[in-house]
């Protein structure tokens, strides 16, 4: 196998401004999905089965579907009818923060179930509100719960954030494909792509690892 | 516990023998739609079925004026053809990794791709033309600069526009296939998308509801030539030459052609290309 160190190193400063373009989509994603989640997470609990409805919806839709799909519905649809033509950074952000804060729903869910109930009642027998008590004694419990399950979504959003290369979203993967396109060349572009996302993983498990361990109590 | 998991276990099996049923059910309807005797070679075609009028999908069978001719052509040649759409930028890897025989998929011959690639005499004469609304004030291709223009990523209309705006600049949106990228223009997302002259003009003949006109540009956009591309050193490439040579010579072609595009082909013109 013979690599052509000269083409990747054409094409390695699109490839630095992809995978900027990556980092931002996917803090974007990753922000938003969380607090979206979070929300529908806690609407999903609800215990009057009309007012979770939507929040059940919601979950159903956004994980019973596939991203692509979904991209391609936000890209040439839900944007422009917003704001009148394509644009790509907003179909990305989009789609991923809503894609994420199905599964962040879910994990924060199980999270929340998953405190024993005498610490709800335990709150609630000094005094505080049920939201109280969500807040200062249940939610820190099942964030730190949540970790590990919110590490492996993360880690998926950043790699699923290539699919947005479809709609030319000029983000890491976007490259690689221009790259290929040009040259026609598979391994040059592909396995610079790879090792990119490689290492923003690498990193992103990293820094949830050290905040796992700061939240540690043992 | 131990029902449950039979259960389980019997469900993943269905699953997997449904599957493999697909699979054998796939195979034994292509040898049947090759018919044709054991002895003639079936060759492995590859081909990106986005590009009406060339090669489409029509409920889920390939169909186009690309797959009516490389199947005259092989048969003149003395083989069944299996033809598969993988997309454009898969198919240049399966040549390139010599998976697959042969590929039509209105591939324009050019130097770069003849590097890596083998190419047959062209059969195809074509040129780049820009698709634009029609209220645009476009008119010809340099006034492409500064505006945002939708190209399939690989083309050699991305290699046209990259010539008036710079290799990589940011204005020019590449896309898995022309489909979306006139899809962006149709939504704003561009001013005007560059592709091949039939796939332009079908695309605005067929949407007369989104209003978009095309425009040649000879000064900007030089005529190119289609060919059928083999894997380099591939020894079907003489051959499908004295075939395609024979239809150009008989008529087929010319019949071919005109079911597509209504119009005479220009014969010699081809011809004077081929060396």
């Known amino acids: 196998m013979d690599i052509r160190f000269d083409i990747i190193q054409e094409y390695a400063p699109y490839f630095l401004k992809g995978t900027l373009l990556t980092i931002g989509l996917s803090i974007a994603g990753v922000l938003i999905g969380t607090v979206l989640g979070l929300l529908i997470g806690l609407g999903k609990l609800i215990r009057h089965k009309l007012l979770s409805l939507p929040f059940k919806i919601y979950i159903t839709v956004f994980r019973g579907t596939p991203l692509f799909v979904q991209i391609f519905i936000v890209h040439f649809g839900i944007v422009p009818a917003v704001l009148g033509t394509t ?47 969500m807040r200062h004694v249940i939610l820190p419990q099942a964030f730190k719960r949540s970790i590990p399950p919110l590490c492996n979504e993360f880690i998926v959003l950043v790699k699923d954030s290539s699919l ?37 993983t690498l990193v992103l498990s990293g820094l949830l690892h050290l905040l796992e361990r700061r939240l540690s109590t043992d | 516990m131990k029902k449950g998991s039979l259960l389980f276990f019997a469900i993943i099996f269905a699953f997997i023998f449904a599957l493999s049923a697909c699979g054998s059910n796939k195979d034994e309807n292509s040898s049947a739609d090759n018919g044709g005797k054991a002895s003639k070679k079936t060759l492995r075609v590859v081909t990106n079925a986005a590009y009406a009028p060339f090669e489409s999908m029509d409920k889920g069978k390939i169909v186009g004026f690309d797959v009516d001719l490389i199947k005259a052509v092989a048969k003149e040649a003395g ?119 039939t796939v332009v003009e079908e695309y605005a003949k067929n949407n007369p509801d989104k209003n978009l006109k095309y425009i040649e540009d000879n000064k900007n956009f030089a005529p190119e030539y289609y060919g059928i591309m083999f894997p380099k050193g591939s020894k079907l490439k003489a051959e499908f030459n004295k075939a395609l040579n024979t239809l150009l010579d008989n008529g087929t072609y010319a019949k071919i052609y005109k079911d597509y595009f209504g119009t005479e082909p220009d014969i010699d013109k081809l011809k004077a290309q081929a060396k």
């Open chain 1, 87 to 133: 644009n790509g950074i907003a179909t990305g952000i989009v789609a991923l923060s809503l894609n994420s804060a199905a599964y962040v729903a879910e994990i924060f869910r199980g999270g929340i179930q998953s405190i024993d109930k005498g610490q709800m009642e335990a709150a609630r027998s000094l005094g505080m509100t049920h939201s109280a008590s």
């Open chain 1, 164 to 200: 947005l290369a479809a709609v030319a979203v000029p983000e890491v993967m976007y490259w690689g494909k221009a790259m290929q396109g040009q040259y026609y060349r598979v391994w040059e572009p592909y396995l610079t792509a790879a090792l990119i996302y490689l290492v923003l």
């Open chain 2, 79 to 197: 083989y069944n053809v299996k033809i598969e759409n993988l997309g454009w930028d898969p198919m240049f890897a399966e040549i390139q990794g010599k998976n697959a025989d042969l590929s039509v998929s209105a591939i324009t011959i050019n130097d770069d791709r003849k590097q890596t690639f083998d190419f047959s005499n062209p059969y195809f004469l074509s040129t780049n033309e820009i698709l634009i609304p029609k209220d645009s004030n476009i008119a010809s291709a340099d006034d492409l600069k500064g505006k945002i223009v939708a190209v399939q990523n690989g083309t050699t209309g991305q290699d046209a526009v990259s010539a008036i705006l710079g290799k990589n600049n940011k204005n020019l949106k590449k896309f898995e296939d022309n489909n979306l990228a006139i899809m962006e223009l149709n939504k704003g997302g561009a001013d005007a998308v560059v592709a091949d002259n």
